[in-house]
């Protein structure tokens, strides 16, 4: 599990089991449920559609072996459930706004029960950005019923009707799969349900959704131009688990995902011109496009690149960062090729000829 999000699981688990620092531990719950929250956001906002039925870990063993799509779907469905049908004992989210029309999906269970191209076959039905609003609405729901429970409530133990209700609702499937987690939710009190459903269970599923993303932006960059548009080298690019390179569909860079169109500015203007990339314009020194802007501070070191692709060519570029790495620890270019166009292309070609 990534360090940082085991840290603060950690936190807020020893936080909601003592009654002083319940109401703070569900706070940080909050709060830290918002910042896996925006790793789904990116994920919707930047990625191509295919994105979210593809399958790159099909044969593994894990949450990562499913789909975009279907992880987004299982996390909500499951949270929505246990909120409203097991918790509140009222209605769920999914049928107080009919998301299942909207979403498109075939199914109203958690999805444990599909399995391969069944999934794949489900995740290519579903409306994702009707998806996100869904999973966005019960986050907000269950937010709510967080902060309306003290330690006391939260120590509610389930009974007999309980679990006749979750199974009458028809949310958990028959099959072996599914099945086990009426029993499961039911034998824990509400306080078990915030330390799994309601937060391990995310972190479980989106550093699933994280790997897969990452295995996509690799596949997509393989046997693809490493030279971006704008003059960096995608292979050296610290950027690459989000982004497949603004040469293919997955142009998922931070600098594309912020424009409607989700085209890099640098990018879109360079095919509309007929150019290979930025180096072969006449105008990069001046330009202030796109990753070019002036309040970009990677801009001057991009152009630098660009303009010593355009004097010895994209090898030259891909074997002086090969070389600028072994030496230096950086993660942007800019750390080491500053701010001034003409230094920075200066220290590639020292790095280059040295
Ligand atoms: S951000 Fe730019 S350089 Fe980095 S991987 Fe994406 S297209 Fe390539
Ligand atoms: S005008 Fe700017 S963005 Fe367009 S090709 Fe030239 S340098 Fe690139």
């Known amino acids: 599990m990534d360090k940082g999000w085991a840290e603060k699981i950690k936190q807020v688990h020893t936080l909601i089991g003592k009654e002083k620092t319940f109401k703070e531990g569900i706070e940080q719950l909050i709060g830290f449920r918002q910042e896996l929250f ?3 956001t990116q994920i919707v906002n930047g990625y191509p559609d295919e994105a979210f039925w593809q399958m790159p870990y099909a044969n593994a063993d894990g949450n990562h072996s499913g789909t975009l799509a279907w992880s987004i779907w299982h996390i909500f469905r499951i949270e929505d459930i246990v909120a409203h049908t097991l918790i509140a004992n009222d209605e769920q989210v999914f049928f107080a706004s009919d998301h299942q029309k909207r ?4 199914i109203i269970t958690t999805g444990n029960e599909l399995q391969g191209e069944e999934i794949v076959s489900f995740s290519k039905k579903l409306d994702v950005p009707a998806l996100y609003d869904y999973a ?3 986050m907000a729901s269950t937010n709510g019923l967080l902060q309306g429970l003290d330690h006391k409530a939260a120590k509610r133990k389930f009974t007999d009707p309980d679990k006749e209700r979750v199974a009458a609702s028809g949310c958990v499937s028959a099959d072996g799969n599914a099945v086990w987690l009426i029993e499961y939710w039911c034998g824990k009190d509400i306080l078990g349900l915030i330390r799994m459903p309601f937060s391990r269970h995310w972190v479980m599923h989106i550093e699933a959704m994280r790997r897969i993303k990452n295995k996509l932006c690799k ?3 393989k046997g693809v131009d490493p030279a971006a548009y704008c003059g960096l ?5 610290f950027l690459a688990e989000w982004c497949g390179s ?4 997955y142009n998922t860079c931070s600098y594309a995902t912020i424009f409607e169109d989700r085209r890099c500015p640098n990018a879109a203007c360079c095919q509309d011109r007929g150019l290979d990339g930025c180096y072969e314009c006449p105008e990069l020194e001046s330009c202030t496009k796109g990753f070019y802007e002036p309040g970009n501070d990677g801009a001057n070191a991009a152009k630098a690149q660009a303009m010593f692709i355009r004097k010895y060519g994209k090898k030259a570029l891909l074997k002086t960062h090969d070389k600028l790495h072994e030496r230096y620890d950086f ?3 800019q750390e080491i090729l500053g701010q001034d166009m003409h230094e920075g292309l200066r220290i590639l070609e020292r790095e280059y000829n040295g």
């Open 38 to 40: 925006g790793q789904i």
């Open 246 to 249: 603004c040469r293919t569909k």
């Open 331 to 333: 993660a942007k270019t």
């Open 103 to 106: 979403i498109g999906s075939p």
């Open 233 to 237: 080298s995608c292979d050296h690019c």
């Open 136 to 138: 966005g609405a019960v």
């Open 219 to 221: 596949d997509a960059r």
